[in-house]
């Protein structure tokens, strides 16, 4: 039998703490809309200092302002970061000295292989894959030196399962899962968890514009994409919402998921159960 405090619980009490970050800093990346601008208006309601990054700079201008409205007294401010992460060397730059690293941006583009532009194939590895690298590489040392971090890497039911027509995004989210093992593993001895979100298909503008390529590559009108391919597969039948996912994110930033790491949360409406 284990002494008395030897395998004791972290958390306080009976019931889960609520998520303060105050004193916490958290990058979220493409932050000004969708996934990303939900995860930044909970991390700041959570308290936390939030560093924005997205290129569309108008669109972290209106997030500013609408975190500025929703902030309660122990709110963190949003602060807007204009960076298209293309450049990685300015992306490993500016995860210095980040407690919560939210590694959210992404793109996609619908075509088949033997049509997949190979300049939009490196495009999207670079911004999906390698970006979030040398996030991670520019957020660990301090993460490490304090003794803390959260990584949540932003995946997709995509990262464990195929669609056809969809090879630059299967490939990049794959490669995510496998990357946030990795930190996991190496984070652990530091207090370092690093996790992957994986929804289904969410309300956002990425998946609308693929309402019109899936229409186009699959030849069936636009209005049957939703239903029969997009939602073909998931037993809850409707759009997961981007409060959702934020929820998730800010579930693995909390006390009670200091034990959670390496692994996949999963929000798919029962996809990946088939």
Same mark, same amino acid.
């Given at each position: 039998?284990?002494?008395?405090?030897?395998?004791?619980?972290?958390?306080?009490?009976?019931?889960p703490p609520a998520l303060d970050l105050?004193?916490?800093?958290?990058?979220?990346?493409?932050?000004?809309?969708?996934?990303?601008?939900?995860?930044?208006?909970?991390?700041?309601?959570?308290?936390?200092?939030?560093? /924005?990054?997205? @290129?569309? &700079? +108008? *669109?972290?201008?209106? !997030?500013?302002?609408? =975190? #500025?409205?929703?902030?309660?007294?122990?709110?963190?401010?949003?602060?807007?970061?204009?960076?298209?992460?293309?450049?990685?060397? /300015?992306?490993? @730059?500016? &995860? +210095? *000295?980040?407690?919560? !690293?939210?590694?959210? =941006? #992404?793109?996609?583009?619908?075509?088949?292989?033997?049509?997949?532009?190979?300049?939009?194939?490196?495009?999207?590895?670079?911004?999906?894959?390698?970006?979030?690298?040398?996030?991670?590489?520019?957020?660990?040392?301090?993460?490490?030196?304090?003794?803390?971090?959260?990584?949540?890497?932003?995946?997709?039911?995509?990262?464990?399962?195929a669609s056809p027509f969809k090879s630059?995004?299967?490939?990049?989210?794959?490669?995510?899962?496998?990357?946030?093992?990795?930190?996991?593993?190496?984070?652990?001895?530091?207090?370092?968890?690093?996790?992957?979100?994986?929804?289904?298909?969410?309300?956002?503008?990425?998946?609308?514009?693929?309402?019109?390529?899936?229409?186009?590559?699959?030849?069936?009108?636009?209005?049957?994409?939703?239903?029969e391919v997009l939602l073909t597969d998931?037993?809850?039948?409707?759009?997961?919402?981007?409060?959702?996912?934020?929820?998730?994110?800010?579930?693995?930033?909390?006390?009670?998921?200091?034990?959670?790491?390496?692994?996949?949360?999963?929000?798919?409406?029962?996809?990946?159960?088939?």
């Amino acid at each position: 039998m284990s002494s008395p405090g030897a395998l004791s619980s972290p958390l306080p009490g009976p019931h889960p703490p609520a998520l303060d970050l105050r004193g916490r800093t958290a990058l979220v990346t493409g932050a000004a809309g969708g996934i990303g601008r939900a995860c930044a208006l909970r991390l700041a309601a959570a308290g936390a200092q939030v560093r /924005a990054v997205d @290129r569309d &700079a +108008a *669109g972290l201008a209106e !997030l500013s302002e609408a =975190a #500025g409205r929703v902030a309660g007294p122990a709110g963190g401010a949003v602060e807007p970061y204009v960076l298209d992460l293309t450049d990685l060397d /300015a992306a490993e @730059r500016a &995860a +210095a *000295g980040t407690d919560v !690293l939210v590694n959210n =941006a #992404g793109i996609q583009l619908v075509r088949p292989i033997e049509e997949f532009p190979p300049d939009v194939f490196h495009t999207v590895l670079t911004v999906m894959l390698e970006a979030p690298f040398r996030l991670i590489r520019g957020a660990l040392p301090h993460m490490y030196g304090q003794g803390w971090g959260r990584i949540v890497n932003v995946s997709s039911v995509h990262g464990l399962r195929a669609s056809p027509f969809k090879s630059a995004y299967v490939a990049a989210k794959h490669g995510l899962e496998g990357l946030s093992k990795t930190a996991a593993l190496e984070g652990a001895p530091h207090g370092v968890t690093s996790n992957c979100v994986n929804p289904g298909y969410v309300r956002t503008p990425l998946v609308e514009k693929q309402l019109a390529d899936q229409a186009q590559a699959h030849g069936i009108p636009e209005e049957r994409v939703l239903s029969e391919v997009l939602l073909t597969d998931t037993a809850v039948k409707r759009l997961l919402e981007p409060e959702e996912v934020a929820e998730a994110v800010a579930y693995l930033c909390g006390p009670q998921a200091s034990f959670v790491t390496g692994t996949s949360l999963v929000l798919d409406g029962g996809w990946t159960a088939h």
